[in-house]
């Protein structure tokens, strides 16, 4: 790889697929590859499986046990891997070639392979575990349509799933709870590297405590998925993870410390992320904070910078009829008395319209007032 450039390098990563029995994985793999077709900078390497061809993907070369045991002997493979009586294994002159071209690449491994592609990879190059996966009722609800194990079985498989969840700033998730084309896409941008980012404001605090209780309550009388309290401290950015945490981080060491919210009235409106919020005062903290992301985000000139700021605390999101928001909202009554200090900053990425599939990225304590960082 010597002589090469900078930028050519930062173009390159390794992304490990992983996901539990029923979440789609194959599925939005396979949709995913094909929105890529006309890229060149994204691979998808095959591994070799000691499987009979006939019950393999197109994402698979089957060979035998003889011809994978003289591959392992010439050091032919740069993984390699047994589950449940069959051996596994990434070749290395695939996935060589590919790095050499500087493409992203995609290899579908055991979580046992992660620790060992990080070793040997991480110093180098961005090394993702892109994790597929859903939610617990849906996994069940899935493994039970298919009829292969006993519901005792399948409580077992997902007691293993909660188990084995990667956890860290390399895991990108993608929830499969939507379309497959919406879960498509979430897995082709993060191959590209351009998944959507946001930056919340998480509350803290009696007045978090009553934000929280009252988006559960509207979201369950609504029929609509509840999600985090929170406000939204800038407009969203597209980035590749690791640079989006590193971001998020900056922005996080330039904000002033004791940052708090002001509850100023329950408003509903028609866009579908404002159905019913309580506005913000625009305090000289909160102006600071978005002045702050807003400079480490997006580089001079770019209209982000100026767009108008509206802080506010969503507590219902959704297409709702005029009559029903307003009852809705008449019901919030008002909030605890007292200060609602901003306890922490979230990197959430916000890719597609299905905010349920919104997954938090990393969350990052705030300083308080008098602490010192």
Request: hydrophobic letters at 45%.
């Amino acid at each position: 790889f010597r002589g090469r450039g900078a930028d050519w390098l930062s173009t390159m990563a390794i992304y490990l697929s992983l996901g539990p029995s029923g979440a789609g994985k194959d599925t939005l793999l396979l949709a995913g590859r094909a929105l890529l077709e006309e890229s060149s900078a994204v691979v998808f390497l095959p591994r070799h499986l000691t499987r009979d061809a006939a019950s393999i993907t197109d994402l698979e070369v089957s060979v035998t046990p003889d011809e994978f045991a003289a591959g392992i002997t010439a050091e032919a493979y740069a993984l390699h891997w047994e589950a449940h009586g069959t051996q596994y294994g990434v070749p290395s002159a695939d996935l060589t070639a590919a790095l050499r071209e500087g493409r992203r690449c995609v290899l579908n491994v055991s979580r046992t392979q992660v620790p060992v592609v990080l070793e040997k990879f991480g110093d180098r190059f961005e090394v993702y575990v892109l994790h597929i996966t859903a939610s617990l009722a849906t996994l069940r609800t899935r493994l039970l349509a298919r009829g292969r194990e006993s519901p005792a079985d399948v409580e077992k498989r997902l007691a293993r799933a909660v188990q084995d969840v990667p956890r860290g700033s390399h895991v990108i998730t993608v929830l499969n709870e939507a379309t497959v084309e919406e879960g498509a896409t979430r897995v082709a941008r993060a191959l590209q590297g351009t998944l959507k980012y946001s930056l919340w404001l998480l509350p803290a605090g009696p007045v978090a405590a009553w934000v929280r209780m009252l988006i559960a309550g509207l979201a369950a009388e609504a029929k609509m998925a509840p999600f985090p309290a929170h406000v939204t401290l800038c407009p969203s950015f597209e980035a590749t993870q690791r640079d989006a945490v590193a971001k998020a981080r900056a922005v996080v060491e330039g904000l002033p410390p004791g940052i708090h919210l002001e509850l100023e009235s329950v408003v509903d409106s028609t866009a579908y992320f404002r159905a019913i919020v309580v506005a913000l005062k625009v305090s000289k903290a909160l102006v600071a904070a978005t002045e702050t992301a807003r400079g480490v985000l997006f580089p001079e000139g770019d209209l982000r910078r100026q767009t108008a700021f509206e802080p506010h605390l969503s507590l219902l999101y959704g297409n709702h009829e005029a009559t029903d928001r307003a009852a809705l909202a008449a019901a919030v009554g008002r909030w605890p008395n007292g200060p609602c200090p901003v306890g922490a900053v979230a990197l959430v990425c916000t890719t597609g319209n299905t905010y349920a599939c919104w997954p938090i990225v990393e969350t990052f304590p705030l300083t308080a007032a008098g602490e010192e960082r």
